[in-house]
């Protein structure tokens, strides 16, 4: 009894000496499960010596052991006017509601295991989409992105260069956007003999080296429009409700910081429409998402700002008689996608009413072999994405590409490309599944391209090309 103790008046003062501030802005920790979280508070206490990755990794395994309410204020809190007003009003204003595009949500688990995949309502655009328009906001964006991966960084008192980030993105959630309660590293679940969230070792997670993780608020309800959509902590120990006073207020500026692991299950809720304000424009709730590693090989690649390439494809596209030039990409950019294969378009089918209904044929196949095994959104105009449910891989399919060598039958092409992190393998079963799944809809492109009423040729060359693309699928058709 008498070690306990002692323990954990050494466990609090470690808090004392450590616990990070900023000088300049408002910071609060939160606390464990007394309540005792996520209030604004100022504080002057001095780091005196910050934390290299294994020593970080310690603590954060510390809160496992029996003071874990001790450690969990020291891996997590909130950070006040990461950047001013002003500064995330002139991005907000460069961030056309058309620029996002759907995302996925988190893969978790409730209490009876039941699978989640997607929120409503989430949209979401990165770096990659970024640095192809608007230099003043893509240079302005990277600014800030330092900004908050060096407030997170000193906040959880880690040494200077320590935190690199994994992935960054600019969420945009509409009404009813919203996220259940997850951990950025692992897939959770509650154990029925502990009643408490762990990690389930037979789930793979996408992103298992992830550390850290940063939300930071660009607007204000009034200015979005909106109600709710409050970030919030979740109790390991009552199934993801929110905790006491885990709730974190949407303001612009404000920045929330934590650990990537089931010690900061976290979500959001739902974002509703303002009914008060008078307003008609629709509810949008935006923050920068950033997650966190420590494995420089990890690190995401910042693309260069190259608008040129967007104004020749404008140029090119005129020339091609309104089609897309092929895609180049970055040949430095880890996360460029693997080309599968090129398809024609017959010169009868128009490529807008064959999007539409290949999209209707894959929203027909997404619980196949298993519920929620995909995820289709339409990315733009003219290309689909077909997300996989372990989110290792997915693949696009993007229409009015024209061919390399135009034919008398055919001028515009589907290309489909497989697109995963850069840093990870897609997976055996994403393979698979791809395999099935593309088989299927090439079987599907017969039925659509090969017409009795063409010519012989026609359908003869549409047919070859239709088997060659079978055979740069990783698994053969059953």
């Not at 008498?2 to 000496?17: D, M, N, Q, S, W």
């Not at 935006?286 to 690190?299: C, G, K, N, R």
């Amino acid at each position: 009894m008498l070690y306990r103790h002692t323990l954990a008046v050494a466990l609090a003062l470690l808090f004392f000496l450590y616990c990070p501030t900023s000088a300049a802005n408002s910071h609060a920790a939160c606390g464990g499960d007394d309540g005792d979280t996520c209030s604004d508070s100022s504080s002057s206490t001095e780091k005196n010596k910050c934390l290299q990755p294994s020593e970080f990794q310690y603590r954060v395994a510390s809160f496992f052991g029996d003071e874990g309410e001790y450690v969990l204020p020291l891996l997590r809190g909130t950070v006040d006017n990461v950047i001013s007003t002003e500064d995330a009003e002139e991005l907000v204003d460069l961030l056309p509601l058309s620029e996002f595009v759907e995302s996925s949500g988190y893969e978790t688990d409730n209490k009876d295991r039941a699978q989640y995949t997607a929120p409503v309502a989430y949209a979401g655009v990165g770096l990659k989409e970024l640095s192809t328009s608007n230099e003043e906001r893509y240079t302005k964006l990277l600014d800030i992105r330092e900004k908050i991966r060096s407030a997170t960084e000193s906040s959880l008192n880690l040494c200077a260069g320590s935190l690199k980030i994994d992935y960054t993105t600019i969420a945009q959630k509409t009404e009813g956007g919203a996220h259940r309660a997850h951990a950025d590293n692992c897939v959770h679940y509650y154990d029925d003999s502990t009643k408490t969230a762990v990690c389930d070792p037979s789930r793979q997670h996408p992103y298992p080296k992830r550390v850290a993780a940063s939300i930071l608020y660009l607007n204000n309800p009034t200015d979005g429009n909106f109600k709710g959509g409050e970030f919030y902590f979740a109790n390991r120990t009552n199934f993801g409700e929110v905790e006491d006073s885990g709730l974190v207020t949407v303001a612009s500026g404000k920045m929330i910081y934590f650990t990537s692991g089931v010690e900061n299950l976290h979500g959001a809720l739902p974002v509703e429409r303002d009914s008060l304000s008078g307003q008609d424009y629709l509810p949008r709730r935006l923050a920068i998402a950033m997650w966190y590693v420590f494995d420089q090989s990890l690190e995401e690649f910042v693309p260069s700002f190259h608008a040129s390439a967007a104004a020749s494809e404008e140029e090119a596209k005129s020339s091609l008689g309104g089609l897309k030039p092929r895609r180049v990409h970055d040949s430095n950019d880890p996360n460029a996608p693997k080309e599968l294969f090129t398809l024609p378009i017959p010169d009868r089918i128009d490529s807008t009413s064959f999007l539409q209904s290949v999209g209707e044929y894959l929203v027909s196949q997404k619980n196949k072999p298993l519920v929620g095994s995909w995820t289709i959104s339409q990315y733009g105009e003219d290309a689909l994405h077909v997300l996989f449910k372990d989110h290792s891989a997915m693949f696009s399919l993007e229409f009015g590409v024209a061919l390399d060598k135009a034919t008398s039958h055919a001028k515009a092409s589907v290309v489909a490309e497989r697109h995963t992190d850069g840093s990870s393998a897609a997976s055996l079963q994403y393979m698979l599944q791809e395999s099935v799944l593309l088989h299927g809809l090439l079987d599907y492109f017969s039925q659509v391209m090969l017409d009795d009423s063409s010519d012989e040729a026609e359908n003869e060359y549409l047919g070859q090309e239709i088997e060659k693309a079978r055979d740069t699928l990783p698994a053969r058709r059953a």
